[in-house]
């Protein structure tokens, strides 16, 4: 029988990230994709806009996926609200497989006060819960309360981060510190890891949907492999998406990550 891969997640009507990017990789790595939608987001090429699914319509979702047999692994992203936070943590506290974090939660819309207390529902409840947590720059720094520029502070921030109950952090540099390298940093049984790679050079950026489909390559990894070797492939799969990436139209300043250009390149 086909193993299942469950995403509880935004819908991005771009499909640069949320449940379509999970959706598309989990797709690549040879699982069948559900889905529970925490929200809508519409992107144009100057703003964006969330809508919250309606708390009654993510718990039928949850109870339609979660009865299900098979799934392997459960990949967490966009959770506009405390209250829908508060909801996933009731289910996810009877789930007994991976649980992999994308802590969204960096919205040009949300006042301090609205951000203060979406973090503290994720430091407190979600992360205990966590098998990975894969947090970039701003959302470490939010997580722990430290500022980062350096890899040293990455280290710093991930220990802060491990301390909330998660097993294992993933923090994301991106593109964001000085130099020519991107890191990502695991933390992991105490032990860091770090990935190292040249960053990718480019006049339109091809990285939008990176983060959910780093995620979510973790999440198909992490079944049958050790966390630092989902890690690795994770990463090796996202840099293909975004050196083959989708350039969605001349108003927009980033493309999307493509999920198959890996598999297209290989064949």
Same mark, same amino acid.
């Given at each position: 029988?086909?193993?299942?891969?469950?995403?509880?997640?935004?819908?991005?009507?771009?499909?640069?990230?949320?449940?379509?990017?999970?959706?598309?990789?989990?797709?690549? &790595?040879? /699982?069948?994709?559900?889905?529970?939608?925490?929200?809508?987001?519409?992107?144009?090429?100057?703003? &964006?806009?969330? =809508?919250?699914?309606?708390?009654?319509?993510?718990?039928?979702?949850?109870?339609?996926?979660?009865?299900?047999?098979?799934?392997?692994?459960?990949?967490?992203?966009? +959770?506009?609200?405390?209250?829908?936070?508060?909801?996933?943590?009731? /289910?996810?506290?009877?789930?007994?497989?991976?649980?992999?974090?994308?802590?969204?939660?960096?919205?040009?819309?949300?006042?301090?006060?609205?951000? =203060?207390?979406?973090?503290?529902?994720?430091?407190?409840?979600?992360?205990?819960?966590?098998?990975?947590?894969?947090?970039?720059?701003?959302?470490?720094?939010?997580?722990?309360?430290?500022?980062?520029?350096?890899?040293?502070?990455?280290?710093?921030?991930?220990?802060?981060?491990?301390?909330?109950?998660?097993?294992?952090?993933?923090?994301?540099?991106?593109?964001? +510190?000085?130099?020519?390298?991107?890191?990502?940093? +695991?933390?992991?049984?105490?032990? /860091?890891?770090?990935?190292?790679?040249?960053?990718?050079?480019?006049?339109?950026?091809?990285?939008?949907?990176?983060?959910?489909?780093?995620?979510?390559?973790?999440?198909?990894?992490?079944?049958?492999?050790?966390?630092?070797?989902?890690?690795?492939?994770?990463?090796?799969?996202?840099?293909?998406?975004?050196?083959?990436?989708?350039?969605?139209?001349?108003?927009?300043?980033?493309?999307?990550?493509?999920?198959?250009?890996?598999?297209?390149?290989?064949?």
């Amino acid at each position: 029988m086909v193993k299942k891969l469950l995403t509880i997640a935004g819908s991005d009507s771009l499909s640069g990230g949320g449940i379509q990017a999970d959706l598309a990789t989990f797709n690549e &790595f040879g /699982y069948f994709g559900l889905s529970v939608i925490t929200g809508i987001v519409t992107v144009t090429n100057d703003n &964006f806009k969330i =809508y919250p699914t309606d708390l009654k319509i993510i718990q039928a979702q949850l109870d339609s996926t979660l009865a299900l047999d098979d799934i392997a692994a459960i990949k967490v992203g966009l +959770l506009p609200t405390v209250d829908i936070i508060d909801l996933v943590v009731e /289910y996810l506290k009877n789930v007994e497989v991976p649980v992999i974090v994308d802590p969204v939660m960096v919205f040009k819309e949300t006042d301090s006060t609205n951000t =203060y207390f979406l973090v503290q529902a994720i430091k407190n409840q979600l992360l205990p819960l966590a098998t990975v947590v894969t947090p970039n720059l701003d959302e470490a720094q939010l997580l722990s309360g430290l500022t980062i520029k350096s890899l040293d502070d990455m280290k710093a921030a991930a220990k802060v981060i491990g301390s909330f109950g998660v097993k294992s952090v993933v923090v994301k540099s991106g593109a964001r +510190l000085a130099g020519n390298q991107t890191f990502d940093l +695991l933390f992991h049984n105490n032990h /860091y890891t770090i990935f190292e790679q040249e960053k990718v050079m480019s006049n339109i950026p091809m990285n939008n949907g990176a983060g959910c489909t780093f995620s979510s390559s973790i999440a198909a990894n992490i079944v049958t492999s050790s966390v630092t070797d989902a890690v690795a492939d994770a990463k090796a799969f996202v840099l293909a998406g975004i050196e083959n990436g989708v350039i969605l139209n001349k108003n927009f300043e980033v493309g999307n990550v493509w999920q198959a250009a890996r598999r297209l390149r290989n064949n």
